[in-house]
Nanobody, 117 residues
């Protein structure tokens, strides 16, 4: 069983920055795609950014140029650096670890990010 523990959320003013971290337990981290999703009140959960096991990254159009996803395989940790935050970035951010070939898909408990105007 893999556990994903997010940290780094909080309250920030528009234009500010936050860095989210997600620490994964277990030994599958290097085989996993890692990603961040978010869910705002009344909205569906949406993909924010992903990083494959080979380090290829992908971003939602709404965060391109502002957010950066990175992973440290020596620490089993994935990060989301969020700059130039906007009120519309307010959401619960979830960490995800998955590998469709190995048949697993794990989610963290979520961390709240609130951006005030």
């Amino acid at each position: 069983q893999v556990q994903l523990v997010e940290s780094g959320g909080g309250l920030v003013q528009a234009g500010g920055s936050l860095r989210l971290s997600c620490a994964a337990s277990g030994s599958i981290f290097t085989f996993s795609a890692m990603g961040w999703h978010r869910q705002a009140p009344g909205k569906q959960r949406e993909l924010v950014a992903t990083a494959t096991s080979g380090g290829i990254t992908n971003y939602a159009d709404s965060v391109k140029g502002r957010f950066t996803v990175s992973r440290d395989n020596t620490k089993n940790t994935v990060y989301l650096q969020m700059n130039s935050l906007k009120p519309e970035d307010t959401a619960v951010y979830y960490c995800r670890s998955w590998n469709p070939h190995l048949g697993y898909d794990y989610w963290g408990q979520g961390t709240q990010v609130t951006v005030s105007s």
